[in-house]
T-cell receptor, first 117, second 115 residues
Framework: AQKVTQAQTEISVVEKEDVTLDCVYE???????LFWYKQPPSGELVFLIR??????QNEISGRYSWNFQKSTSSFNFTITASQVVDSAVYFC??????????????FGAGTRLAVHP | NAGVTQTPKFQVLKTGQSMTLQCAQD?????MYWYRQDPGMGLRLIYY???????DKGEVPNGYNVSRLNKREFSLRLESAAPSQTSVYFC??????????????FGEGSRLTVL
């Protein structure tokens, strides 16, 4: 079954600390995509990254980095030198491809990150 | 380019009332989706429409109906609202077939409260 687990319900850090959000997934597919979305207090979903299952290179974008390890079925997200503006709920998601080239996304329960000044 | 537009943004209903959430996308996507978000549950799929003319149940379809009116529009109807349907609802759309990268494009959400 397709499943995404975000074991950390809430994380609280002080500004400038590094923080890692964990994501573990289960999939029957050999080709799949993994995603991270951010949901700030305003409520919209902000796309952060998409990773193809064939590309295990880590990715860095500014203070954000992602570590994808197929061997452990994990796709963890690290924020370096956290800032108050990083306070949000973060969702990890897994593609679930259907016949005909369609797909849906399976979401984890989300991790609420609070960054305090 | 508006992307995915949902209406209304906020709605308060009494138990037993009906309402329809509207969603439209202008990206020429084939697939559209309705998710609900509840605290601690992430986003759960209610219904999806892989292409115009088709709809399928997702993880939590009970109490909802959908209509894929045309390629652009996908509506979600609550026939007899219940307090358990208090939630934030997100509409999304995506490419399909050869252009499908797995990514869904989301609307801004609709907050529904059922008293």
């Amino acid at each position: 079954a397709q499943k995404v687990t975000q074991a950390q319900t809430e994380i609280s850090v002080v500004e400038k600390e590094d923080v890692t959000l964990d994501c573990v997934y289960e999939t029957r597919d050999t080709t799949y995509y993994l995603f991270w979305y951010k949901q700030p207090p305003s409520g919209e979903l902000v796309f952060l990254i998409r990773r193809n299952s064939f590309d295990e290179q880590n990715e860095i974008s500014g203070r954000y980095s992602w570590n994808f390890q197929k061997s452990t079925s994990s796709f963890n997200f690290t924020i370096t030198a956290s800032q108050v503006v990083d306070s949000a709920v973060y969702f990890c998601a897994l593609s679930d491809f259907l016949s005909g080239g369609y797909n849906k996304l399976i979401f984890g329960a989300g991790t609420r990150l609070a960054v305090h000044p | 380019n508006a992307g995915v537009t949902q209406t209304p943004k906020f709605q308060v209903l009494k138990t037993g009332q009906s309402m329809t959430l509207q969603c439209a996308q202008d990206m020429n996507h084939n697939s559209m989706y309705w998710y609900r978000q509840d605290p601690g549950m992430g986003l759960r799929l209610i219904y999806y429409s892989a292409s115009e003319g088709t709809t399928d149940k997702g993880e939590v379809p009970n109490g909802y109906n959908v209509s894929r009116l045309n390629k652009r529009e996908f509506s979600l109807r609550l026939e007899s609202a219940a307090p358990s349907q208090t939630s934030v609802y997100f509409c999304a759309s995506s490419y399909s077939g050869g252009m499908n990268t797995g990514e869904l494009f989301f609307g801004e959400g609709s907050r529904l409260t059922v008293l």
